[in-house]
């Protein structure tokens, strides 16, 4: 059985959860609390010398670190990543997406305003990520207007891991009502089989 080491204010780590209940597999979650710096820890370290959850633990005793990376790792060989290369790498595409050009924005808007209280001192950041968040909505959305999911007609691992924090985007201040094959596509994940809500 797994065990998946997180926080449950965490996107990154609800990916994993959300994964591991489309699959209807078992694991065990251990809670790790961000914001008392529990990562940082000793034990913590030897898990994940890098100091961030999500972290899984395999049943023969390794570990996985990396969210995108544990998606890929559950998925291999399920209908939520697909065999053939040239597919496989547009669903990464995605994914390569969300870590360079979504997450740096909207995650960390919603951690400074949801998490952090918006204190003044980190204000002038948080401002600094609307244009690059509302840039990463606007392609999406573009991309939803064709598609049902980002990579075609069947929920990839792409959509777990850019769902995971744009449907909490609000939470950062992003307003998602014009973003309409966005909001359509959020329906479309929640309906799945075995789709389980962040909290
Ligand atoms: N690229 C990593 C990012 C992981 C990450 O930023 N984790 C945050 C929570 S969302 C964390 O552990 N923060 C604790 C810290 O940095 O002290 C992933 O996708 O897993």
Known sequence: ?????????????????????????DYHWQDIDILKKETHSEDFLAMNANA???????????????SNAIL?????????????SYQKAKVFEWLFFEQYSHEPYIAVARFIQTY????????????????GGYRALALMNQQLQQCDFLCGDTCSIADISL???????????????PYRAITTWFKRI?????????R
């Open 163 to 177: 769902y995971a924090y744009t449907h909490v985007a609000d939470e950062g201040g992003f307003d998602l009502t």
């Open 72 to 84: 890929a790792f559950l998925a291999d060989n399920t209908d939520f990543l697909p065999q053939n």
């Open 1 to 25: 059985m797994y065990t998946v080491y997180g926080d449950k204010i965490s996107g990154n780590c609800y990916k994993i959860k959300l994964m591991l209940e489309l699959l209807g597999l």
């Open 52 to 66: 961030k959850v999500p972290v899984l633990k395999l049943d023969d005793g390794r570990y996985l670190s990396e």
């Open 190 to 198: 929640e309906q799945l089989p075995n789709y389980c809500a962040m």
């Open 116 to 131: 952090l209280g918006l204190p003044e001192e980190r204000r002038g950041e948080y401002e600094s990520k609307k244009d």
